[in-house]
């Protein structure tokens, strides 16, 4: 995504040259708004203020994170979820 643009009040139009993809910003409190849809499934990425995100490296993990992951979940067991 590129930063097309900035507003005073600190809105910002971004826009993604390669399908098309166009929101406005605003950080504080955070919201998107889509101006152009563009590809939904499209991987986007950006960046602002020297920081850059290229790309995304996924991997298999190991058993042991799997089991820390459990152990994890199995303290949520008897939360009711729909009460909240």
């Excluded at 643009?5 to 971004?14: A, F, L, Q, R």
């Excluded at 399908?19 to 910003?25: D, F, L, N, Q």
């Excluded at 504080?28 to 986007?44: M, N, R, V, W």
Aim: proline share 4%; net charge negative; aromatic share 8%.
């Amino acid at each position: 995504m590129d930063l097309e643009k900035t507003y005073p009040d600190g809105d910002e139009v971004w826009h993604c040259p390669t399908c098309g993809r166009r929101m406005i910003v605003k950080w504080e409190p955070f919201q998107k708004t889509i101006l152009e849809c563009g590809d939904e499934y499209a991987s986007h990425s950006g960046s602002k203020g020297g920081l850059q995100i290229n790309s995304v490296q996924v991997s298999q993990s190991d058993e042991s994170n799997l089991r820390s992951t459990d152990v994890w979940l199995n303290g949520l067991e008897g939360v009711d979820f729909d009460g909240l």
